[in-house]
């Protein structure tokens, strides 16, 4: 499965990523600026729209890849108006929704591209819907239309509202910790990463709603990841995820949220007991030598980012100089040499850490 999904999507999402650079020579291009649309101007569209919808849904691909292209080119311009979304949005929704619940693999999957491009507060809900209930190929094409939502909201005006985003970044979180297909995992961080760049003018709270649930997402995956053969491979999304955090908190220089400072210090500790829990199960001869070498350069990478973030999110200065004695990517690197003894040692003492500073229970740390 998790080779069909990347097939079925990959020539979809590469097209629609590049339509913008494709001319529409059917739809007066003045009408996705214009911030009201007369009545005239919304015949045009349904005309338009409907068109290009009967080649899409006619079974050429060929002939639908273009009206794919012509139907999201006006969505990827920087001067489209949240009134020309809404427009289309009524136009095509029905439809969208009923090609993503159908059987028609290729047509769901455009579908679920070109609503999220959309980016309504109506498109929003049809796509977590089916997020939640769709087959595994859907999912990840209703996770990719999310993420293509919150890159409108990145580009132009949205059309969505702030308070409908929020929900939609707390519906896309909430399953990660429990989320096994990488796919589907990709997906959900990649929406989330995206949802932390709609500027604050255009979805008020937003970025900083999803750099603290993509952060409280991470570190809660980061917890129920099982430590076997396959971590190596489990926690690549999660190391995206880390970086999508430390590029926020970059971007912000300091100015972070008492919340996501909290949740980036819980993702920490958690980075830590990840290490742990793979010192212990490798040197018990639990992981095979090969997957336990695949899964230790995974933790550095994770550790190395995950050490970053208190000087990042600007914890006390005492704290941050306790935290960098810990050494704690060094001490991982050198288990080898004394049997992890002494980075055994730096985490007990990194969860009194935890505990004293930040009032985090032992038990927010899978250290069995």
Same mark, same amino acid.
């Given at each position: 499965m ?25 739809? +007066? ?20 729209? +409907? ?83 769709? +087959?595994?190929?859907m ?25 409908q ?55 809660a ?63 018990a001869g639990e ?32 704290v941050?100089?306790?935290?960098n ?43 069995r």
């Amino acid at each position: 499965m998790r080779g069909l999904i990347p097939r079925l999507c990959a020539v979809v999402l590469v097209l629609a990523a590049t339509a913008g650079t494709r001319a529409q020579s059917d739809l +007066d291009p003045s009408i996705p600026a214009k911030l009201s649309l007369s009545g005239q101007d919304r015949t045009d569209v349904r005309g338009w729209a +409907d068109a290009n919808w009967a080649i899409l849904s006619g079974g050429d691909p060929v002939a639908a890849s273009t009206a794919r292209r012509r139907l999201v080119a006006p969505l990827l311009r920087e001067d489209t108006t949240a009134a020309f979304r809404s427009a289309l949005d009524q136009v095509l929704q029905d439809r969208l929704d009923a090609a993503m619940r159908g059987g028609d693999a290729f047509l769901g999957i455009n579908s679920a591209i070109i609503c999220g491009w959309i980016g309504t507060d109506r498109c929003l809900r049809t796509l977590l819907d089916v997020a939640e209930r769709g +087959d595994a190929a859907m999912r990840f094409a209703a996770l990719s239309g999310t993420e293509n939502a919150f890159r409108a909201g990145v580009i132009a005006t949205p059309a969505f509202d702030a308070t409908q985003a929020r929900q939609a970044v707390d519906a896309v979180a909430a399953a990660i910790p429990n989320t096994t297909e990488r796919s589907e995992l990709d997906a959900r961080i990649d929406a989330l990463a995206q949802a932390m760049r709609v500027p604050e003018d255009r979805a008020s709270g937003l970025s900083t709603h999803a750099a603290i649930e993509l952060t409280r997402a991470t570190g809660a995956r980061m917890h129920t990841l099982p430590v076997d053969d396959q971590l190596g491979d489990r926690i690549q999304p999660l190391i995206k995820g880390l970086g999508a955090i430390q590029s926020g908190v970059t971007q912000r220089r300091g100015d972070v949220d008492p919340a996501w400072r909290r949740e980036a210090m819980r993702l920490m500790g958690r980075c830590g007991a990840l290490a742990f829990q793979l010192v212990r199960r490798e040197q018990a001869g639990e992981i095979s030598e090969p997957a336990a070498a695949d899964a230790r350069a995974s933790i550095e990478t994770a550790l190395l980012v995950a050490s970053t973030l208190p000087s990042l999110v600007r914890v006390d200065a005492d704290v941050q100089q306790d935290l960098n004695r810990l050494q704690l990517l060094d001490r991982f690197r050198g288990t080898s040499d004394d049997g992890g003894d002494t980075f055994r040692r730096a985490i007990d003492d990194l969860m009194r850490i935890m505990g004293n500073e930040f009032g985090f229970p032992i038990g927010e740390f899978n250290l069995r």
